[in-house]
């Protein structure tokens, strides 16, 4: 079965990095287009970023645009979320998930079929 399973979140201070890692099994993993979400207490889950099944085109959300780079890396069927410049606002909990379609948008929880448990990020201020 499909499986997702995220790793190396953490405590790390402001300004610190992180890279999260997501391992992906039970699917073709270079036929699908997959995202990273994140979600704070209290609030919805929200997009982070997310690439094309090609991976030739990737997208972020503005919150994160210029200091997160997504990629992946089909020989070992995972998917990395490097995070730099880390601020207290980026505390969450951090979500990869497998886009069900090549079409719809990416910045919607209801466009991804299957989730991750989720890796805890905290930024110390």
């Known amino acids: 079965q499909v499986q997702l399973v995220e790793s190396g979140g953490g405590l790390v201070q402001a300004g610190g990095s992180l890279r999260l890692s997501c391992a992906a099994s039970?699917?073709?993993?270079?036929?699908?287009?997959m995202g990273w979400f994140r979600q704070a207490p209290g609030k919805e889950r929200e997009f982070v970023g997310g690439f094309s099944w090609t991976g030739l085109s990737t997208y972020y959300a503005d919150s994160v645009k210029g200091r997160f780079t997504i990629s992946r890396d089909n020989a070992k069927i995972t998917v990395h979320l490097q995070m730099n410049s880390l601020k207290p606002e980026d505390t969450a909990v951090y979500y990869c998930?497998?886009?069900?379609?090549?079409?719809?948008?990416?910045?919607?929880?209801?466009?991804?079929?299957?989730w991750g448990q989720g890796t805890q990020v905290t930024v110390a201020s």
């Open positions: 039970g699917f073709t993993f270079g036929s699908y287009a």
């Open positions: 998930a497998r886009k069900r379609s090549a079409v719809g948008t990416y910045y919607n929880t209801g466009s991804y079929d299957y």
